[in-house]
């Protein structure tokens, strides 16, 4: 059990809907990332949220929006879906920041399966 | 951002070493190493990382060479719950700590 919990594990939506993705980190860790991983793409980064802000972003749609909040818990917010959108959606936490550093290593979740039909 | 290139796949017997290359030839000095693994569509898991100096931990161990172009992974004595794909990952600098996964290598480990 690496600490962070995904929320649902499982998700089926129709073409045009919007879904919520909810990750709670690990206690403590400051930093949170997404992850989305297509059959045909592998994992890809899509952004990353350092203590409630935005710090990176990665190949993330306009569809899509994340945020973090005050008790550090984050939301994934797919929009307009398509059915390219079905993936394992993964989120990552980490104590990275600026006390720790930025090298220290990144727990992930178990993952978000969002299959859109 | 430093690439890294891993053989698609490997075999492995259960016992064994399991010995796992990677070249990252582009790497820049205060860029580390990390490697994770993932299993069947599970979260990818933490393995190890490293700067320069070889390191070991109770999962495995990670030599890299004096140049730091390229590393090994080594599970001294795979199971067959080691069968996974696994991710050399040269760690982004500047300050965000993400991590750019490629295509890994996968590990099937035969009993």
Known sequence: DSGVTQTP???ITATGQRVTLRCSPRSGDLSV????????????????????????KGNILERF????????????????????DSALYFC??????RDRGWNTEAFFGQGTRLTVV | DAKTTQPPSMDCAEGR????????????GNEYVYWYRQIHSQGPQY?????????????ASLIITEDRKSSTLILPHATLRDTAVYYCIV??????GKLIFGQGTTLQVKP
């Open chain 1, 9 to 11: 594990k499982h998700l």
């Open chain 2, 17 to 28: 070493a399991a010995n796992l290359p990677c070249n990252h030839s582009t790497i820049s």
């Open chain 1, 33 to 56: 990332y997404w992850y989305q991983q297509s059959l045909d793409q592998g994992l890809q980064f899509l952004i990353q949220y350092y203590n409630g802000e935005e710090r990176a």
């Open chain 2, 47 to 59: 393995i190890i990382h490293g700067l320069k100096n070889n390191e070991t931990n109770e999962m």
């Open chain 2, 91 to 96: 760690r982004v600098s500047g300050n965000t």
């Open chain 1, 65 to 84: 929006s994340a945020q973090q909040f005050p008790d550090l818990h984050s939301e994934l917010n797919l929009s307009s879906l398509e059915l390219g």
């Open chain 1, 92 to 97: 990552a936490s980490s104590p990275a920041g």
